[in-house]
């Protein structure tokens, strides 16, 4: 997933946004608004939780289109995109420990608006 390869890159792209001057004062505050966004836990948790669940579908996806799948396989398949959901259920405390080493931007606390 993009977005979670390139997480740096894009909060660095949007700091350099926020502070170009030669930007529209729109564009400087959406970018302003979107790096407190990107800087928060709770959307640095989701996108690494959502690359975890949506890889497999996507590679399933692709597998279960191909010619040559047979029933039996995409029975296989889909079983395991079953048990890797149920198994993630209970695996909160170990995103959070991938959020630390994962996410190198850094988190702030949100602010209750």
């Known amino acids: 997933m993009a977005l979670m390869s390139c997480y740096e890159e ?3 792209a949007l700091v350099t946004l926020a502070n170009d001057d030669s ?3 729109g564009t400087k505050v959406e970018a302003q608004d979107l790096t407190k966004s990107i800087q928060t836990l709770e959307t640095s948790l989701l996108t690494l ?3 975890t669940i949506l890889e497999p579908f996507h ?3 692709i597998t279960l289109q191909g010619a040559s ?3 039996y396989s995409a029975t296989a398949l889909l079983k ?3 048990v890797l ?3 993630l259920r209970t695996q909160f405390d170990i995103f959070e420990q991938r ?3 994962t996410v190198h931007v850094p988190i702030i606390t949100r602010v209750v608006e």
């Open 10 to 12: 894009i909060y660095e």
């Open 23 to 25: 930007q529209k004062p």
């Open 49 to 51: 939780i959502w690359q």
């Open 59 to 61: 590679k399933t996806t």
């Open 69 to 71: 799948t047979d029933l």
């Open 80 to 82: 395991g995109l079953v």
């Open 85 to 87: 959901i149920v198994s």
């Open 99 to 101: 959020e630390k080493v």
